[in-house]
Structures are given as structure tokens and as C-alpha cells.
């Protein structure tokens, strides 16, 4: 079992309960030495003064911030660690967000958070249960490793979250750094663009992180066994030319008809969620040829609904999404939690 990288307990109201983070991702990238060509010889960095080409060693560095060209303030390691966040232990959260309200490009690390003792586990679960079931996610601030962090904690099916999130002055304006932007939005009723969204529907696919993998690792080590055998490496493909304006219609138009041909090739042209979407409609169809004395009643017809509103509340956020899926419930990614036992409960009522 890995060991925690901090320790120290999180507080829920008046709940304190002991926690560990743990990292929850690693790097898989392929690394390489640096060599002189030629040789074998690995080449090294090393800390150089620049004026005498000496080498200085560590313990005769200090840290120097610049005000003018060739002015600096030095500032000693002792006096850095002085003035660092305290040593806290705690992750205390302010208050609760939606989970669609923080955006992607704050999200910086995700740690998973374990309760630290087999006594706390009925505590951690309530949490995590209940962060769950409201789809939303904690927000505080933590010290670690002489460093605050603004975070978010929030629900998976099995564990508690932590990401570190960037600071607000950390994230840039769009507009300062992205040429080119548009200065208006598109027309909402341009044919262009229902025909844009007619196509990511057609390419709208569950996702499973599973049938993703990293293609450029394995080229990398494909090249490096082919050099090693002395083999040909063969160069990738160059990307695509860019779609022209006065064609963007008709390659829009032809994405569509090409998306849902293969899905008619891989059997009926429609995913779990087409198929859910065709039963509902068959579903409807009859409804509406089924005769008048054939018909339940309306009362019946609401209490089933109450009924299946009420069980659809006892559900997580994940088992609403799968149900959605299967139902073919369209924007179901960015609904709510109760946006999703709406949707499931209009469907079927």
C-alpha cells in the first residue's frame, strides 16, 4: 500500500475526521538520458557561476530577487521558511459549490483522500455519500509541503477527492493570450451551426477512460526498438489542411452522413443512446394507437410517477447517469443531479 504524501484532518460542520492524501496519478512518459553524440558519456547540469565558470556548491547559494538589472535583494532559505504557511493540518471546508460551476482550467492536481483507521471508515462514507447525492463539491484551503493551496473536494462512486486548484490570479484572460478570437457568438439559428450540433449528437459517445491510451509512448519506444535493430523508422502522416469558410457547410453536412453510415455499418447506425432513444419512441408510438379503454388511468399514471420520482431521489449522481444514458436524455453531461431525476421521471411518466 502507498503512504500518504500529508496527513491531518478534514472538517465538516462540527464532523473532524482524519485523513490521508495519496497521489492519484503517475507519470508514464518515456524518459531519456542526454549523451554526447558520439559517445556514451551522459552529459550533467550543473550550478555555474557565470562570471568566474566556476562550480559553487549548494550550501553557498541563496536565493536573490531581482528589483533593477543587476540588483537583487538576497533572501536566505531560513527566512523563506519563516514566513511559510504554518504548518496546518487541517483541510476545513468553507462552504459548497456546484461541480459545473468551477471550471476545467482551475483544476490542477487530484490527490485521492483515505480515512486514516478502519474507526473512521462509517464517517468517511456519510461524507462521501452525502457530496455525492448533492453533486457538489467542497471548497477550502490547505498547507503542504510549505505551500497554500485553494482545493476541491468532491465525490467519486468509491473515494473522496481532493484537486488543488489554481488561484484566481493565476488563470489568464483568454483575450490577453489568444489571437483572433471571435468578437460575436455564432447565430443560434444558423443552419451551420444546427448542423454542427447535429453532429457532435451523431458522435456522442460514453465515456470510458479505458479505451484510451497514450499512441505517442508507444511510437516513442516503437522508434527506439526499430533504431536498436537497425530497422527503417517510418514518419507519421501530415495533419489534415484546414477546412475552408465556403466549404464549412458541406464538410459539416458530410461528417454527419459519414458518422452515421459507420454506425450503421457496426449494426442499426445507432449507439446505446440512439437505441434507448428509438425504444422511447416506439415506446410512444403505441401509447398514442392504444386504445382509449385500454389506457391507465390518470391518477394511476401519477402516483406511478411519484413512485418512480421517489426511487430515482434514492439513486447517486453516477447511477443517474447511467440510467440517462440508457434513456437516451439529451445534455444529460451537464445536468444536475436533480436536473437528472427530473429528466428520468418526465421520461417516465
Same mark, same amino acid.
Given at each position: 500500500?502507498?503512504?500518504?504524501?500529508?496527513?491531518?484532518?478534514?472538517?465538516?460542520?462540527?464532523?473532524?475526521?482524519?485523513?490521508?492524501?495519496?497521489?492519484?496519478?503517475?507519470?508514464?512518459?518515456?524518459?531519456?538520458?542526454?549523451?554526447?553524440?558520439?559517445?556514451?558519456?551522459?552529459?550533467?547540469?550543473?550550478?555555474?557561476?557565470?562570471?568566474?565558470?566556476?562550480?559553487?556548491?549548494?550550501?553557498?547559494?541563496?536565493?536573490?530577487?531581482?528589483?533593477?538589472?543587476?540588483?537583487?535583494?538576497?533572501?536566505?532559505?531560513?527566512?523563506?521558511?519563516?514566513?511559510?504557511?504554518?504548518?496546518?493540518?487541517?483541510?476545513?471546508?468553507?462552504?459548497?459549490?456546484?461541480?459545473?460551476?468551477?471550471?476545467?482550467?482551475?483544476?490542477?492536481?487530484?490527490?485521492?483522500?483515505?480515512?486514516?483507521?478502519?474507526?473512521?471508515?462509517?464517517?468517511?462514507?456519510?461524507?462521501?455519500?452525502?457530496?455525492?447525492? &448533492?453533486?457538489?463539491?467542497?471548497?477550502?484551503?490547505?498547507?503542504?509541503?510549505?505551500?497554500?493551496?485553494?482545493? &476541491?473536494?468532491?465525490?467519486?462512486?468509491?473515494?473522496?477527492?481532493?484537486?488543488?486548484?489554481?488561484?484566481?490570479?493565476?488563470?489568464?484572460?483568454?483575450?490577453?493570450?489568444?489571437?483572433?478570437?471571435?468578437?460575436?457568438?455564432?447565430?443560434?439559428?444558423?443552419?451551420?451551426?444546427?448542423?454542427?450540433?447535429?453532429?457532435?449528437?451523431?458522435?456522442?459517445?460514453?465515456?470510458?477512460?479505458?479505451?484510451?491510451?497514450?499512441?505517442?509512448?508507444?511510437?516513442?519506444?516503437?522508434?527506439?526498438?526499430?533504431?536498436?535493430?537497425?530497422?527503417?523508422?517510418?514518419?507519421?502522416?501530415?495533419?489534415?489542411?484546414?477546412?475552408?469558410?465556403?466549404?464549412?457547410?458541406?464538410?459539416?453536412?458530410?461528417?454527419?452522413?459519414?458518422?452515421?453510415?459507420?454506425?450503421?455499418?457496426?449494426?442499426?447506425?445507432?449507439?446505446?443512446?440512439?437505441?434507448?432513444?428509438?425504444?422511447?419512441?416506439?415506446?410512444?408510438?403505441?401509447?398514442?394507437?392504444?386504445?382509449?379503454?385500454?389506457?391507465?388511468?390518470?391518477?394511476?399514471?401519477?402516483?406511478?410517477?411519484?413512485?418512480?420520482?421517489?426511487?430515482?431521489?434514492?439513486?447517486?449522481?453516477?447511477?443517474?447517469?447511467?440510467?440517462?444514458?440508457?434513456?437516451?436524455?439529451?445534455?444529460?453531461?451537464?445536468?444536475?443531479?436533480?436536473?437528472?431525476?427530473?429528466?428520468?421521471?418526465?421520461?417516465?411518466?
Amino acid at each position: 500500500m502507498a503512504r500518504p504524501i500529508w496527513t491531518g484532518v478534514l472538517t465538516f460542520g462540527l464532523v473532524t475526521l482524519p485523513v490521508g492524501l495519496y497521489t492519484a496519478t503517475e507519470d508514464h512518459t518515456v524518459h531519456f538520458h542526454q549523451l554526447q553524440r558520439g559517445t556514451s558519456d551522459r552529459i550533467r547540469n550543473k550550478r555555474v557561476n557565470e562570471r568566474t565558470g566556476k562550480e559553487v556548491g549548494g550550501d553557498r547559494i541563496v536565493k536573490g530577487y531581482e528589483i533593477d538589472e543587476g540588483e537583487y535583494v538576497v533572501v536566505e532559505p531560513e527566512e523563506l521558511e519563516e514566513i511559510s504557511p504554518g504548518r496546518s493540518k487541517v483541510i476545513d471546508l468553507a462552504g459548497f459549490v456546484d461541480l459545473c460551476e468551477v471550471e476545467p482550467v482551475y483544476f490542477d492536481r487530484t490527490y485521492y483522500v483515505g480515512p486514516r483507521g478502519k474507526e473512521y471508515v462509517k464517517v468517511y462514507e456519510l461524507m462521501r455519500a452525502a457530496l455525492d447525492r &448533492a453533486d457538489k463539491a467542497g471548497i477550502a484551503t490547505l498547507t503542504m509541503r510549505g505551500k497554500e493551496y485553494l482545493t &476541491a473536494l468532491r465525490a467519486q462512486p468509491r473515494v473522496l477527492v481532493l484537486h488543488t486548484l489554481h488561484w484566481a490570479d493565476e488563470v489568464r484572460d483568454p483575450a490577453s493570450v489568444v489571437p483572433d478570437l471571435p468578437e460575436r457568438r455564432t447565430s443560434s439559428d444558423s443552419k451551420e451551426l444546427r448542423t454542427a450540433e447535429q453532429l457532435i449528437d451523431a458522435l456522442t459517445i460514453e465515456w470510458n477512460p479505458d479505451e484510451y491510451h497514450d499512441t505517442y509512448e508507444e511510437r516513442v519506444l516503437k522508434l527506439v526498438a526499430a533504431k536498436r535493430k537497425g530497422e527503417e523508422v517510418v514518419g507519421e502522416a501530415e495533419p489534415p489542411e484546414a477546412t475552408n469558410v465556403i466549404d464549412l457547410m458541406e464538410a459539416l453536412s458530410r461528417s454527419v452522413e459519414q458518422s452515421r453510415s459507420r454506425g450503421r455499418k457496426g449494426g442499426d447506425g445507432k449507439g446505446a443512446a440512439g437505441k434507448a432513444r428509438t425504444g422511447a419512441g416506439k415506446t410512444r408510438a403505441a401509447a398514442k394507437k392504444e386504445p382509449a379503454g385500454k389506457k391507465k388511468s390518470a391518477g394511476r399514471k401519477g402516483a406511478a410517477g411519484r413512485k418512480e420520482s421517489e426511487d430515482l431521489a434514492s439513486l447517486s449522481k453516477a447511477e443517474l447517469q447511467k440510467r440517462a444514458s440508457a434513456a437516451g436524455v439529451a445534455g444529460r453531461s451537464k445536468m444536475t443531479r436533480d436536473q437528472l431525476v427530473k429528466a428520468l421521471a418526465g421520461q417516465a411518466a
